[in-house]
């Protein structure tokens, strides 16, 4: 696995990169300082995942996970923060950074790439419990007027909840090819188009 990290603190950076590769699964191919690098360096290295601090001088890790999200929407960022600061985990869901991390949970930062990297969302148990205390709800949603089904609604509050595809299939007795296609068909009828945005909407709509 191919990452780039950014961060303005030299020391963190050289930890995570030294860390990071010790464990013999992932190559640094570039570190960067501050946004403008993060964009730069993603556009010249196209790594599997850009690691990214947020509070950064000039342009932050947002920023630069906005910019890079509209040019390529597949990339896969994870965003690592010293901080639990409400507006940038609203910011970086909407912006769809794959992961949000607290940089104090070093432990969790390889195991996270590693989902990442195989498609997953990760965002620390701190962030996930404070999700549906930063959206308002719209109560009375009339999910039927979108054609979803219980066993639909069901899936979404359990993806709502953080649970992967293996976590559902097993909780509801189905294989995960079938937790996939009731996905995509679910993403189709509220036009969404990916797991954490449904996870918003979910909350928004609850």
């Known amino acids: 696995m191919n990452i780039v990290i950014t961060d303005d603190d030299i020391l963190v950076t050289n930890a ?15 570190t960067g ?32 996970t906005r910019i890079i999200l509209e040019k390529h929407p597949d990339a896969k ?3 690592l923060t010293t901080f639990l600061d409400d507006e940038y985990i609203i910011q970086a869901l909407k ?5 949000y991390l607290l940089k ?19 965002f620390g148990s701190e962030i996930i419990s404070k999700i549906p205390n930063l959206i308002n709800p719209s109560p009375k949603f009339d999910y039927e007027a979108y054609d979803i089904s ?9 993806v ?16 995960e090819g079938t937790i ?6 679910i993403l189709d009828k509220l036009d969404l188009s990916n797991r954490t945005q449904l996870a918003i909407f979910y909350y928004k709509h609850k």
């Open 104 to 122: 104090q949970d070093y432990e969790s930062i390889l195991p996270a790439l590693d989902a990442i990297n195989s498609g997953q969302n990760v």
């Open 160 to 175: 709502a909840n953080g649970s992967s595809n293996k976590e559902i299939a097993e909780k509801l007795f189905l294989s």
């Open 180 to 185: 996939r296609n009731y996905l995509s068909n």
């Open 77 to 79: 960022i994870l965003l």
């Open 33 to 64: 300082t501050d946004g403008n690098d993060a964009v730069k360096l993603y556009e010249k290295y196209m790594p599997d995942i850009l690691l990214t601090d947020i509070q950064m001088k000039d342009v932050s890790g947002l920023e630069a």
């Open 150 to 158: 219980e066993r639909e609604l069901d899936i979404i509050r359990l």
């Open 16 to 30: 995570l990169k030294a860390i990071l590769e010790a464990s013999g699964k992932i190559t640094v191919s570039a």
């Open 95 to 99: 912006f769809g950074a794959k992961g």
